[in-house]
């Protein structure tokens, strides 16, 4: 399936909110903590569009990823697929364009149960710390 990549407008932030509620709901409201507001009001409280990319598929929105820059490391975040596209390689084929583009330690967090976590593991990400909501994840440099 053909997908791309394009730059995020402040604009953009109440469209990848909405998806951000859609997509967490589930592995949310197993853990317990799912908050309608607070699902979508943390996303554009943190929302920095110059860190974020729009993933269109066909030309349509289906989805974003952040990639903040820290010293040492990069940290993906908000990485949102639209339930319609998951499941079809997109996510895979996106991460590896991601993680080719970045040097040193990547670092993520996914919530516990999430099947996310699987797609990190097959990219190499190994678990250094849990609670009982979130798992913090890390790629080491390729050497």
Not at 34 to 56: C, K, L, M, S, W
Not at 60 to 84: C, D, I, K, N
């Amino acid at each position: 399936m053909r997908w791309s990549l394009r730059s995020a407008a402040r604009a953009d932030v109440e469209q990848i909110a909405e998806l951000r509620a859609v997509v967490l709901r589930p592995d949310l409201e197993r853990l317990g903590r799912y908050d309608e507001v607070r699902v979508r009001q943390r996303f554009r409280a943190g929302f920095v569009p110059e860190h974020t990319r729009v993933i269109e598929v066909r030309g349509e929105f289906a989805g974003s990823v952040t990639v903040r820059p820290g010293p040492g490391e990069t940290w993906l975040e908000h990485f949102y697929l639209a339930p319609v596209v998951q499941g079809q390689g997109i996510g895979s084929a996106i991460l590896t364009r991601l993680l080719g583009e970045t040097s040193g330690e990547v670092r993520l967090n996914v919530l516990q149960g999430s099947p996310a976590r699987r797609l990190y593991e097959r990219h190499g990400f190994t678990t250094y710390a849990e609670d009982a909501v979130d798992v913090w994840m890390l790629r080491a440099p390729l050497a």
